[in-house]
């Protein structure tokens, strides 16, 4: 027998993701998924994958499978400098930390900058992953308000002025959950009180190029360059099973992230970081991308006009310029785990919203659909179930006959 | 300003690895460098991995490049039982965990189990690698002897009976930095040490399929199975750039395991997963393996040769069966981190040993020397200056004339 108390305090915070069984038991065949937060195959460039993975073996060869450097292979480097000054961010190849996923530098964030009990705000609802990289390193989280714009600013100004902050995490483009954009008058004013308090403001960026209507809106990174950490990654433009992320960072914050890198992986895959060179300078991703957005759009689309026609008129939901969600409010009280279970017995999921706040037991009335794994007939007969259902559990709610769909504990108002 | 106060408590014992700064001095052009501790680029299997990755594109399609599962890639996992096979380690594919990296492990191992304060055992010296994996989350380190054979049971009993410890740290085949190799019946003896005091040994085997002489040893794992996590990684069998590690775990360690593994990078490259079930399942690692050793083998041979014909008679050195380092030991006093300083300026390098102890200022007169990266005649030449380097700072430390070589700290007898 292994010694009792073999695992550390931190560890009885990694608690199982509801939401992974919630997955698992939606990958079965037959249902139609609305619950994941994962491209469509379809939008891999697999042509440009078999050409790419053909010049690098050309061009790096031994190099490419050799042990590199803990900052990142330097082509990659300057390819992402140069993809970066598209959006406006000025930056060096020095400047730009490569990490295995994204999600490696939510991690290194974490465990360079979060002390036990420091608090770290964040948006209500927020990223999953991100509350999953933090969490370990014991942080309070504060919990800002927002509405259909995003972080409210003078909520954000309020809770740095009531609390000393490590650091403020957002996805200002297209958010998962809500698909919410903050819009420039915010950045302006989130820019403002950052710079004022001194706080630093985690910018994760996932998102901002599926964007199917609008213009691109200027990363806050651009307006307060040495308070932000940008963070992004090619997931959704290349392919999310290369776990190519980057990000760029204050200079006292990469020294830190770099340092942390090299206890947690040494370094990102050299052969992958190679084949995201060679699809950035070779334009394949200027080429690639809008075919994405072409794939996605009128999913996007088929849903939403599906949305107006099946779902009950209490419910009201979000329509993004982009992304990949969609998020919805119920009537109050009402208890979206429990309508899903009723929904995945009908053949269709969602992911209760709930899960995406900080604090446990929020959010109870919310949900998030996902539109980029279905085409568009599927999507159209997946709503239109799950307006069945959210008719049922109205009426059922409504008449109080049954408390089946009724939230147990009183519900903030979100949103 | 950020302000003050940014960092974690935990990050300031993340310091800046002295290591680091002496490998960049010595890839400098014209430098033969013994510092390194990387596999030779002819010894990746090019050939098989243009073939391999045409295989992988065709008989995985988009699959490969998708989100996957944290747990990993399910014919890698398969591929690995079968590996773990020939090593005598009875394993399922649902038992191994991928990781990106060994090195992924090692963190995920000091995230779960490691509190501030808790003991973690190791041998002294100890790869260094390790201690930046384990040492963000604050343990206190206790060094368990070692002789030529490696680590000494009796002290381990002795460690373990005084303190509590969550894990024991042990890399028992070709050790990095020493070459050494724990006979079985030291593995037995473990094995009935760590079974009676309940406690957890994690055994990294990265050199253990680099065997130049000898049979294989069975792993501890094979005989405490409940008791061991067995981590290993392809970086020196197949390419260290695809940060391709795994781990074969407890049920309880393996499942916390998983949960951090999620926070840190949701999962190991899927491509690079793909490449290395190929690797495996299609015999290629069997048919390439023996080129590897063939073309390691002559090279730790001259430099043997030449270390017997150019060292100077008070050094003393390992002449280990196989792996990738040699570890030498000069007269008490000797600071070798001078004498490498003097070397680096006569064009060649190695690592001082002290860097490799977990307590700081121990093993000044010792040096890691690595033979991977040079063929036979250049490795002779370095081992020539070497010797003409050891000789001078000999005569200078003899004579008492300089105290340029003479370790400033008092240092504890180690070896």
């Not at 939403?304 to 009537?331: C, I, K, N, Y």
Request: proline share 7%; glycine share 8%; with cysteine.
């Amino acid at each position: 027998m292994l010694a009792e108390n073999l695992l550390a305090g931190r560890t009885r915070n990694m608690g199982a993701s509801a939401i992974r069984e919630i997955l698992k038991v939606v990958s079965r065949p037959g249902t139609i998924s609305l619950a994941g937060g994962i491209p469509a195959p379809r939008s891999f460039p697999m042509a440009i994958i078999e050409k790419i993975t053909e010049a690098v073996l050309q061009k790096f060869g031994s190099e490419a499978f050799q042990y590199g450097l803990t900052e990142g292979f330097p082509p990659l480097r300057e390819a992402l400098a140069a993809y970066l000054e598209t959006k406006g961010i000025v930056a060096t190849p020095e400047q730009i930390l490569i990490s295995t996923g994204s999600q490696g530098v939510l991690d290194g964030l974490g465990k360079i900058l979060i002390s036990p009990g420091d608090r770290v705000a964040l948006e209500a609802p927020t990223y999953l992953g991100a509350l999953q990289a933090f969490t370990p390193y014991e942080p309070r989280y504060v919990q800002i308000d927002t509405d259909d714009q995003g972080m409210l600013p003078d909520a954000l100004d309020a809770a740095l002025a009531r609390h000393s902050v490590k650091f403020i995490y957002m996805v200002p483009n297209f958010q998962n959950p809500t698909g919410r954009t903050l819009p420039m008058k915010r950045r302006l004013a989130v820019a403002e009180i950052i710079q004022r308090h001194g706080t630093l403001l985690v910018e994760d960026d996932p998102y901002g190029d599926l964007r199917y209507g609008g213009a691109l809106i200027a990363p806050i990174k651009t307006l307060a360059p040495e308070h932000v950490v940008y963070v992004s990654t090619l997931s959704k433009v290349f392919a999310p099973g290369l776990r190519m992320g980057f990000c760029l960072a204050p200079d006292l914050v990469r020294h830190w992230l770099v340092l942390a890198k090299q206890g947690v992986d040494l370094h990102t895959s050299t052969f992958d970081q190679a084949l995201a060179a060679e699809y950035l300078s070779g334009g394949h991703l200027a080429r690639h991308l809008p075919k994405i957005i072409e794939l996605y759009r009128p999913r996007q689309q088929a849903m939403l006009v599906a949305m107006e026609r099946f779902f009950p008129h209490s419910f009201s939901w979000t329509r993004p310029d982009g992304g990949m969600f969609v998020w919805v409010q119920g009537p109050m009280g009402l208890d979206m785990e429990a309508v899903n279970r009723t929904a995945v017995d009908r053949g269709t999921a969602f992911v209760p919203g709930t899960f995406f706040f900080a604090h446990p037991g929020e959010g109870k009335e919310t949900l998030r659909l996902n539109y980029t794994m279905a085409d568009e007939a599927t999507l159209t007969r997946a709503i239109e179930i799950l307006g069945e259902v959210f008719d049922e559990a109205l009426t059922g709610f409504q008449k109080g006959m049954s408390s089946a769909f009724r939230s147990s504990s009183m519900v903030s108002a979100r949103c």
